[in-house]
């Protein structure tokens, strides 16, 4: 009897002692294995607006650095040249640059900055802000030096060998369904401005997928937004516990809106807690294909 009690408490706490050290492996690697992990996500856009000038044309996306408490200047040094690695047409940035913690200094802000110079792409760089980015007035001074358009609320053409053209607009940071719609008018007017001709493919950067909803008058091929980082926590019903204002019904990857590609980035950051867990942090590539020939 005193040996068959003897080996159920040797049982209960081999038990204990795994359960402890699997919970220690998971915050280990949560915390300091998987946040500083990299993984490119490939995404192939066909459409039959894609015209030979464009096909092949390579987008590179990021979003959610949140740079200061947890992510570093080494961290940023490393994003940037994998980045250039990818030889980009254009880089964007779907906000939330700055994490809302952060004790912003000149010489943080400059190197910053720096960093983000060194970025290359042929066609250009461009950006919105996040819910986290509007805290900061160095915001607009870090992403002029770095090289990046500011995208909030405005628009820009792209030519490629002077003929054809695409459109790519942004929508600053907001939980206003009024702002949203105000905000979206002015690209709006521009685009309907054509009867023939134009931008032969449209594409809209907003920060907070859900709010694309909010948008009376739709006509963007392709839009790509963050804020989510799928909630960090890549476990189904966690995830959902965990979901942001602005990403709970748009939470994590690929949405068809009625003729409109939304994705929504995993991001490259953390904030609040510094842990991800089955959801890696990611730089989205976003190669347009010619819908003729992809058959």
Do not use: C
Request: charged share 25%; no cysteine; glycine share 6%.
């Amino acid at each position: 009897m005193a040996n068959k009690k003897k080996k159920k408490r040797h049982i209960i706490l081999k038990t204990i002692l795994l359960i402890i050290t699997l919970g220690l492996f998971v915050y280990a690697y949560g915390t300091y294995i998987e946040p500083k992990q990299l993984m490119i996500k490939e995404n192939k856009i066909v459409s039959n607006k894609i015209t030979d000038n464009f096909d092949g044309f390579k987008i590179v996306g990021i979003s959610d650095i949140h740079y200061g408490k947890y992510y570093t200047i080494k961290d940023l040094n490393n994003l940037v040249t994998t980045i250039n690695s990818l030889n980009p047409d254009i880089v964007v940035f779907t906000g939330d640059l700055i994490d809302k913690t952060t004790k912003m200094t000149t010489s943080k802000a400059d190197k910053i900055a720096s960093e983000l110079n060194k970025i290359s792409a042929s066609s250009g760089k461009y950006i919105i802000n996040g819910e986290n980015d509007i805290k900061f007035d160095e915001w607009e001074n870090i992403i002029t030096n770095g090289g990046f358009i500011n995208l909030n609320n405005n628009y820009d053409t792209i030519y490629q060998n002077s003929y054809d053209s695409i459109l790519i607009a942004g929508l600053s940071t907001s939980a206003d369904k009024e702002a949203i719609i105000n905000k979206n008018q002015k690209t709006m007017n521009y685009i309907n401005s054509f009867e023939k001709g134009g931008p032969i493919f449209n594409i809209l950067l907003i920060h907070e997928p859900d709010y694309i909803d909010e948008l009376e008058d739709n006509k963007f091929d392709l839009i790509l937004s963050g804020h989510s980082h799928n909630s960090q926590i890549n476990v189904p019903f966690i995830r959902d516990l965990l979901s942001r204002k602005g990403a709970v019904k748009y939470n994590h990857g690929h949405y068809k809106i009625d003729t409109s590609d939304l994705y929504v980035s995993s991001g490259i950051g953390t904030t609040n807690f510094n842990f991800r867990i089955f959801n890696t942090p990611s730089i989205d590539v976003y190669r347009l294909i010619q819908g003729k020939k992809s058959k």
